[in-house]
């Protein structure tokens, strides 16, 4: 993985691209990513509609929200026509979803010509993260617990458990290869303290941001992956103290890996 240029985003809002009025909606919001999704969101019959709604739909443009198109995964009829379509279009990533190999990510960041954003979301993909990750044009990986759960033989309703060591496995993957980390979603649309927990969990396994299903799902997920208050106090605090070497802080030893900690949540602010 090339270097990502960009301050990773807390929150990727996924909506399919066939739905117009998620689409507008989506302008309004603070999502830092908008996802449109060629994939399953949308119903077979539509998805030649879709393909063009989301060129459409990044070609007017999301203010300064990072924009991205999930195609069809490469064993799907539409695959092709999605990769002409992002090819043509002026989305800024593409997000290929069910990445089982190097091979596959490569062939369509060339054919896409833009960063991709790779799906980890099946058993396969979970053991060759690490190599997926390492593809120049992969500038992070989603994990996708959905599928996860799905290929795993998880129930759908099942908590993080049997999850847990795949999605830490997407994290040590794009932690080695210097891109980004991003969790799946949260389907409960009506849970806003699940959701939260989920995100705080998520953050503390090392996790950027997360995938978003729904407008209420955008500002607690912002706030949850954002530096908080006291955070940003305490780091600003340790900057000013911070020496050289081991050193005592407010009761805890600091070293300077806590030094660059603190950098990024400062430079997080800014
Ligand atoms: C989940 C939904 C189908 C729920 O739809 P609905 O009940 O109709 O929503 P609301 O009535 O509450 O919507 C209120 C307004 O918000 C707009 N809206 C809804 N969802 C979105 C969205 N994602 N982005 C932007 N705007 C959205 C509605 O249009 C309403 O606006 P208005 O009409 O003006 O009043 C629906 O939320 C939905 O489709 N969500 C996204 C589904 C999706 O994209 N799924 C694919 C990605 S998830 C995934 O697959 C992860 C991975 O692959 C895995 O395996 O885990
Ligand atoms: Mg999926």
Request: glycine share 8%; net charge negative; charged share 25%.
């Amino acid at each position: 993985m090339s270097a990502p240029r960009r301050l990773s985003p807390r929150s990727l809002l996924f909506l399919p691209a066939s739905n117009p009025r998620a689409v507008a909606k989506a302008r309004m919001l603070k999502a830092d990513c908008v996802v449109l999704d060629l994939e399953d969101a949308v119903p077979r019959s539509d998805k030649a509609a879709a393909r063009a709604a989301a060129v459409a739909a990044v070609a007017e443009g999301f203010g300064p929200r990072l924009t991205a198109i999930r195609i069809n995964g490469v064993a799907d009829g539409e695959h092709t026509d999605d990769l002409e379509a992002v090819a043509a279009s002026v989305a800024d990533y593409v997000v290929l979803p069910k990445v089982e190999n190097a091979s596959d990510a490569a062939v369509v960041g060339s054919a896409c010509r833009r960063p991709v954003l790779a799906m980890i979301e099946t058993p396969p993909g979970v053991l060759a993260a690490a190599e997926i990750a390492e593809v120049a044009a992969v500038h992070g990986l989603i994990a996708g617990v959905n599928d996860l759960r799905a290929s795993l033989g998880i129930p759908a309703g099942a908590d993080r458990a049997g999850v847990a060591l795949a999605l830490q496995t997407v994290v040590l993957a794009a932690r080695a290869s210097g891109g980004w980390a991003i969790d799946g979603v949260f389907n409960l649309l009506d849970d806003t303290d699940g959701l939260v927990a989920e995100c705080r969990a998520g953050r503390d396994m090392g996790f950027d941001g997360k995938s978003l299903i729904h407008p209420g799902q955008v500002d607690a997920c912002n706030r949850a992956f954002g530096p908080s208050d006291a955070e940003v106090e305490d780091a600003r605090a340790l900057l000013a103290a911070a020496t050289d070497g081991a050193e005592r802080f407010r009761g805890r030893m600091i070293e300077a890996m806590h030094v660059a900690q603190a950098q990024a949540v400062v430079a997080r602010v800014r």
